[in-house]
Structures are given as C-alpha cells and as structure tokens.
C-alpha cells in the first residue's frame, strides 16, 4: 500500500497572504511618513499635509498588492475567456458616488479658499483669510488657500492618475474561461480589488476634504465683524467634515481588510 502524502495548502493562500501583507506595509509607511510630515512642519502644513501623504503610501500599497495578482489558470495552456468587461462593472457604485460627491465638495472649496485667500503677516501667499470690515480688518488662519491646497491637489491627480490605471489593468486582465466556477471566483477577486483602489482613492479625497473644511469652518466661525450667513456657511462645514473623516476611516479599514482567498476548486 502506498502511503498517501497529506493534502497541500490551497495555492491561492499565499498570493492572498502576500497581497495583505502588502497592503499594510504600504499602510505602515504611510503612518510612519504621515507622523514624520505632522512633527516636521509647522504653519498647519504638518497635520494637512499628512493625510495625502498617508493616503498616497496607502494607495502605493494596493496598486503593488494588486501587481501580485497571478494570471488565470496555472499550467502551460491557459484559456482566457472573450466577455467583454468595463471598468463601471467591477466598481462598487454606492460608494463611488459617495467619493465622487466629496470630491466635487472638495474641489470646490479649495477653489473658493483660494479666490477669497490673503498673505499672512509675513507674507506668505494663500494661507489666511483676511476680511475689511468697517472700522477693522481681521485675518484668520489656517485658511485652505494655495499654500495648503497645492500639495493636496497635486496628491489627489497622481493618486486618481494611478487609480485609474490599477482599475483598467484589474478590468484589462484575461480572465479564466471554461469552468463557470473559476470564472465565477475571478470575477469576485475583480470586485474584491476595485473596491480597494477605490478606498485608496478614498483617502486621497476624504482625508484632505476633512482637514480642509474643519481648518475653514473655523476660520469662518472666529471672525467677528462679519454678518450670520458667513457663521452659518462655517458650522455647515461642520458635518462636512464629519462625513469625510467617517469615509476616510472607512477607506481605511477596507485598504487594510484581508482580500477574499480565492476558492481552490469545486
């Protein structure tokens, strides 16, 4: 009688393992740049501009876990099937909208700070807001002008640049034909993976636009000499920015969640 050899570990465990495991790396040396940049700048720019650069370490993360990826099928003849596939397919649409919309929120208010931005006492460009009233002026700050804004700006198109890529190469990919389980099985790993670029790219937005309309709601609330609709517009960024922080700890926990293992046969 021939002994038996003990069942093999399904193959797709490591690859799942690999993938998380770089997920939190990227994750961990956001944490640890987004601590360097909150300690290492003053004027407000550490804690702004610690959140893209945690966001963009996040993103870093999934897009090198998604390149670990392996192919379908695994022997030397693979079978790919023809169904034609689309990014919008693979996206997870409630929450897309959700970013989408806070994006366009973001957008806006940092074009708004930076119309109505002024110098500060020193005259660095774009970071108070300064308002001439009858019979004084009154500067507040931090104001999300230009000199915050840039680099959030400049975060979020090389973060929805790089997105953007990772979701046409997750759809591009060949997927396996033949066994409609295995097809099955792919198009959820698909799914899995969209949904995490797309958190990644909830970083990128909803993290900036919390810091962003807390430090402008306040500035708006401290001026004195100017009438209830400014106050008002500043406590309505109040839940503005309570919305984006609940998103952007939901991106997180969806970058850092363990992907799915993929089903190892019937």
Do not use: N, Q
């Amino acid at each position: 009688m021939l002994d038996s050899a003990p069942p093999a570990p399904p193959a797709p465990l490591r690859p799942a393992r690999a993938e998380l495991l770089v997920r939190w790396g990227g994750a961990a040396i956001g944490a640890a740049a987004a601590w360097t940049v909150a300690h290492g700048a003053g004027l407000g720019l550490g804690v702004l501009h610690a959140l893209p650069v945690f966001a963009v370490c996040a993103t870093a993360g999934v897009l090198a876990a998604d390149a670990l990826a392996p192919g379908p099928g695994g022997g030397a003849v693979r079978l790919a099937g023809l169904v034609p596939r689309r990014v919008r397919d693979v996206l997870p649409t409630g929450f897309a909208l959700l970013l989408a919309a806070e994006a366009a929120v973001l957008l806006a208010l940092l074009a708004v700070a930076a119309l109505t931005a002024a110098p500060d006492d020193t005259g660095r460009a774009g970071r108070t807001l300064s308002v001439a009233c009858t019979s004084l002026t009154e500067s507040r700050g931090p104001w999300p002008g230009l000199f915050y804004g840039l680099p959030v700006l400049a975060a979020l198109a090389a973060g929805t640049a790089a997105c953007g890529y990772a979701l046409r190469r997750i759809t591009g990919r060949p997927a396996p034909g033949g066994d409609s389980a295995v097809a099955a099985d792919d198009a959820r790993r698909r799914r899995e993976r969209a949904r995490a670029v797309t958190a990644a790219w909830g970083l990128l937005v909803s993290a900036p636009l919390a810091g962003a309309a807390l430090f402008a709601s306040g500035a708006l609330r401290s001026l004195s000499c100017v009438g209830p609709l400014v106050h008002t517009a500043g406590l309505l960024l109040l839940p503005v920015a309570a919305v984006a922080a609940g998103t952007a700890l939901w991106s997180l926990f969806t970058v850092l969640a363990p992907p799915a293992s993929p089903r190892s046969g019937p």
